[in-house]
């Protein structure tokens, strides 16, 4: 990574517009792993997401199974603290994420808790 990368700055276009560099937002999955508390927004929530959609696939599809394996294991635990936080995000306590625990129904109210904005901060 960069150095430009690791310092959050955004890169400034030739049309005066400016952007954040690709892909600058997916190692905070991985560093905040074991971080329940705070928030995460919709959309690197949703950025996070599909990346790690596109790696699984990838890796089911052209890679050995033990790869993979590897690869979704160690996604488990960064994953909860990700819902978590985007569950705390939209202005609910963590035990929403329990939803999980219902069959069919749970996880489509999970998802759709996890499309709505962002609460203001108490």
């Known amino acids: 990574m960069t150095a430009?990368?690791?310092s959050g700055k955004r890169i400034h276009c030739?049309?005066?517009l400016s952007k954040s560099l690709m892909l600058d937002f997916y190692p905070q999955f991985w560093t905040k792993a074991f971080d329940f508390e705070g928030r995460t927004k919709r959309i690197d929530y949703w950025k996070i997401f599909l990346v790690n959609?596109?790696?699984g696939?990838?890796?089911s599809k052209f890679t050995p199974d033990p790869l993979y394996y590897l690869f979704a294991i160690?996604?488990?635990c960064p994953g909860i603290a990700?819902?978590?936080r985007r569950i705390r995000d939209t202005g609910r306590q963590w035990q929403w994420i329990l939803l999980l625990l219902?069959?069919?129904i749970g996880p489509l109210w999970l998802l759709w808790i996890e499309c709505q904005p962002s609460s203001v901060p108490e």
Do not use: D, T
């Open 102 to 104: 219902v069959p069919i």
């Open 14 to 16: 030739e049309n005066g």
């Open 4 to 6: 430009l990368a690791k």
């Open 82 to 84: 990700m819902n978590v």
């Open 57 to 59: 696939l990838v890796l």
């Open 74 to 76: 160690a996604s488990i």
């Open 53 to 55: 959609l596109v790696i």
